[in-house]
């Protein structure tokens, strides 16, 4: 039982870390902001054909759920799991007013998120709503940050 127990926490680690890497050659900076064990946000400057920017994904349990990327005018998006290829575009037009924009969708729809995902150990999860503001202030600060530091690229 131990073993078949530590065998699916490792098959989990691999998993998680082959997520976090897979995009590392667009990925730029990035910091992991823990929430509890079961849910952290990633905070990196993305560097894609289409565009860059600060972006932001929230994963859960090791599954990525939604990203964010503040790209500006007719270029940031954001994406929500299970339909991670389709891109939802921002009404908004600037990296700033996008990146205020992803703050708002993360800290009113999170719990939203978590519930209407197909996997049910993520539907069940609770999340303690002062831990998720604290990062989620983290997350602003970072997102913030990028585009100041990077906005000449």
């Not at 999340?127 to 600060?141: A, M, T, Y």
Request: hydrophobic share 35%; with cysteine.
């Amino acid at each position: 039982m131990i073993k078949s127990k530590l065998k699916k926490s490792l098959k989990r680690i691999i998993k998680r870390y082959t997520n976090l890497y897979q995009g590392e050659n667009i990925r730029k900076d990035l910091i992991k902001i823990e929430i509890d064990g079961n849910l952290e946000f990633l905070v990196y400057w993305k560097i894609l054909s289409i565009g860059k920017g600060p972006a932001v994904v929230l994963s859960a349990l090791g599954q990525e759920l939604l990203k964010f990327d503040c790209f500006g005018e007719n270029r940031g998006h954001y994406h929500v799991m299970p339909t991670y290829s389709q891109r939802i575009f921002f009404y908004e037009n600037t990296r700033m007013s996008q990146i205020q924009r992803t703050i708002k969708e993360l800290r009113h729809n999170t719990v939203k998120y978590l519930k209407i995902h197909p996997k049910e150990s993520i539907r069940k999860l609770t999340i303690n709503q002062k831990l998720l503001e604290r990062g989620l202030l983290k997350v602003e600060h970072l997102l913030i940050q990028y585009e100041s530091k990077f906005t000449e690229d």
